[in-house]
């Protein structure tokens, strides 16, 4: 049985969500999930539509699968996440969504019972859903998230099409939209949000429950994007920072600056599609 202390921890959104889920961390050991500064950043500023452009392995689709669950078994609300293709869909499922409820205290599991499972979906029997699939039509939603949505714009323009005509009309007034993604090219549906959101940040404007709110979290915003240098950087990379700390105020120490260069040695040109410094970089 739960203490009279539990109970009123239970009742507190963040508390829960720092403190009742396990993941696997990047070396595949079962942890509490507990947000970055980049995912509490992201969680405190929510809007109704949020659209994150973001480098890589950031953990966004990890936080939002516990925000889903979250929701569909405390608050008994309708979630989806829509994944790029159905094996990562499945995988998402299985290695974030079921992994953390499966360990999660029986007692609070018993309160809102499971009453149907399958490898994409968990229904609960007082209300609330989670789902993970590659598309969504039919029925209301209050949360919907979007892995990988600049990848879909790109790779499968009429997938993308079928996501804002269907999956976005699911989800009605009061409800929350997030699409995250690395950039995938200046065009297509994730380009255009990214660009009038960011462009109505840098105005200042006020925005209605349908405008989309512009996160970007950079490489250089995670400490553990960072290494012992072993050899000096070259001339072009440090005028490179130079300008960037000039220009817009971005400063990176020598152990960033050694990731850096590393990681460019393996991805090249891509290197600043997938770990952008400033929004502009990505596309």
Same mark, same amino acid.
């Given at each position: %049985?739960? &203490?009279?202390?539990?109970?009123?921890?239970?009742?507190?959104?963040?508390?829960?969500?720092?403190?009742?889920?396990?993941?696997?961390?990047?070396?595949?050991?079962?942890?509490?999930?507990?947000?970055?500064?980049?995912?509490?950043?992201?969680?405190?500023?929510?809007?109704?539509?949020?659209?994150?452009?973001?480098?890589?392995?950031?953990?966004? &689709?990890?936080?939002?699968?516990?925000?889903?669950?979250?929701?569909?078994?405390?608050?008994?609300?309708?979630? @989806?996440?829509?994944?790029?293709?159905?094996?990562?869909?499945?995988?998402?499922?299985?290695?974030?969504?079921?992994? !953390?409820?499966?360990?999660?205290?029986?007692?609070?599991?018993?309160?809102?019972?499971?009453?149907?499972?399958?490898?994409?979906?968990?229904?609960?029997?007082?209300g609330g859903s989670? &789902?993970?699939?590659?598309?969504?039509?039919?029925?209301?939603?209050?949360?919907?998230?979007?892995?990988?949505?600049?990848?879909?714009?790109?790779?499968?323009?009429?997938?993308?099409?079928?996501?804002?005509?269907? @999956?976005?009309?699911?989800?009605?007034?009061?409800?929350?939209?997030?699409?995250?993604?690395?950039?995938?090219?200046? !065009?297509?549906?994730?380009?255009?949000?990214? &660009?009038?959101?960011e462009k109505a940040m840098?105005?200042?404007?006020?925005?209605?429950?349908?405008?989309?709110?512009?996160?970007?979290?950079?490489?250089?915003?995670?400490?553990?994007?960072?290494?012992?240098?072993?050899?000096?950087?070259?001339?072009?990379?440090?005028?490179?920072?130079?300008?960037?700390?000039?220009?817009?105020?971005?400063?990176?120490?020598?152990?960033?600056?050694?990731?850096?260069?590393?990681?460019?040695?393996?991805?090249?040109?891509? %290197?600043?599609?997938?770990?952008?410094?400033?929004? @502009?970089?990505?596309?």
């Amino acid at each position: %049985m739960l &203490t009279e202390k539990q109970k009123a921890l239970l009742k507190n959104r963040l508390w829960r969500l720092n403190h009742l889920y396990k993941i696997k961390d990047k070396n595949g050991k079962c942890v509490t999930f507990k947000m970055t500064p980049e995912q509490l950043e992201y969680f405190d500023g929510m809007h109704d539509r949020n659209v994150i452009l973001k480098a890589r392995q950031l953990g966004f &689709t990890t936080e939002v699968c516990i925000i889903q669950l979250d929701l569909a078994i405390f608050h008994k609300k309708e979630c @989806a996440l829509i994944a790029h293709s159905l094996p990562d869909a499945e995988r998402l499922f299985r290695n974030k969504t079921q992994f !953390a409820y499966q360990r999660m205290p029986d007692d609070i599991k018993l309160a809102n019972p499971l009453v149907k499972e399958t490898t994409s979906e968990y229904v609960f029997a007082k209300g609330g859903s989670v &789902t993970v699939s590659t598309s969504f039509r039919g029925g209301t939603l209050y949360s919907l998230h979007v892995s990988e949505f600049g990848k879909i714009c790109a790779k499968y323009p009429e997938k993308a099409k079928e996501i804002v005509t269907g @999956a976005f009309e699911a989800v009605p007034l009061g409800g929350v939209i997030t699409l995250e993604s690395t950039a995938e090219g200046r !065009a297509g549906y994730f380009y255009d949000y990214c &660009t009038e959101a960011e462009k109505a940040m840098l105005q200042g404007k006020e925005l209605s429950n349908l405008d989309w709110k512009f996160f970007f979290f950079s490489w250089w915003k995670n400490p553990q994007y960072a290494i012992d240098p072993v050899e000096s950087l070259p001339v072009r990379l440090l005028e490179y920072f130079a300008e960037m700390e000039a220009k817009h105020g971005v400063i990176v120490n020598e152990r960033q600056k050694a990731w850096y260069y590393a990681k460019e040695k393996t991805l090249g040109d891509d %290197m600043k599609r997938e770990y952008p410094t400033i929004p @502009a970089e990505a596309f």
